[in-house]
């Protein structure tokens, strides 16, 4: 079946704009994760989702960003007051369950000018 | 706080040498491991996991990975690496059945010819 679908693939922005980052995991996955990822480094954990709800969110860096999955399925990670620090690529990834094996987007890469 | 350390950021090899690839984290308590690669241009994936059992986890394409409790380590290798092994490698822990994953800053392995 399809894997995890991440759109857009990539986005430029302007410095203060509001963006929003769509992540379709894999159809039955009930875990869904968010991590950012930028040059040179490994990805950085945000927030995951177990279902609806948001089962940690302490990895979202301040109160700009903000992640919702209302139905338990696609997950929306929305960026506030966008800020030239908050260019990346962002990544989702989504399980069978907590704990089992994560299979990752290609990620939207994400960049503020 | 939670961290994973991969000692060697860029390791250039030829072909048929042996790979070794050191990781180490910090944490207290029961963790999953995970060894993630990224071919260029393509998603992360899964190479290898340990959750419980035998110490040495054998993965895809021939890799494999010691869990070494009491240094908290988790090394990749391979006895003969190919071109097609040229990617970046990620070391990954992730505490108990939560499927959050702290990565390390990776290693980006080249193989010439």
């Known amino acids: 079946g399809a894997g995890v679908s991440q759109t857009p693939s990539n986005k430029v922005t302007e410095k203060g704009k509001y963006v929003e980052l769509r992540c379709d995991p894999i159809?039955?996955?009930?875990?869904l994760y968010w991590y950012r990822q930028s040059l040179g480094q490994g990805p950085e954990f945000l927030i995951y989702?177990?279902?609806?709800?948001?089962?940690?969110d302490s990895g979202l860096p301040n109160d700009r960003f903000f992640a919702v999955r209302p139905e338990g399925s696609v997950s929306t990670l929305k960026i506030q007051r966008t800020e030239r620090g908050d260019s990346a690529v962002y990544l989702c990834?989504?399980?069978?369950?907590?704990?089992?094996?994560?299979?990752f987007g290609q990620g939207t890469r994400l960049t503020v000018v | 706080a939670q961290s994973v350390s991969q000692h060697n950021h860029h390791v250039i090899l030829s072909e048929a040498a042996s790979l070794e690839l050191g990781c180490n984290y910090s944490?207290?308590?029961?963790?999953?491991l995970f060894w993630y690669v990224q071919y260029p241009g393509q998603h992360l994936q899964l190479l290898l996991k340990?959750?419980?059992?035998?110490?040495l986890v054998k993965g895809i394409k021939g890799f494999e990975a010691e869990f070494i409790k009491s240094k908290f380590s988790f090394n990749l290798r391979k006895p003969s690496v190919q071109w097609s092994d040229t990617a970046e490698y990620f070391c990954?822990?992730?505490?108990?059945?939560?499927?959050?994953?702290?990565f390390g800053q990776g290693t980006t392995l080249q193989v010439k010819p």
């Open positions: 990834a989504s399980s069978y369950s907590e704990g089992a094996e994560a299979f």
């Open positions: 159809s039955g996955h009930t875990a």
């Open positions: 989702f177990q279902g609806t709800g948001a089962a940690d």
């Open positions: 944490y207290g308590g029961t963790v999953n």
């Open positions: 340990y959750f419980s059992g035998d110490p």
């Open positions: 990954a822990v992730s505490p108990s059945n939560t499927g959050k994953l702290i």
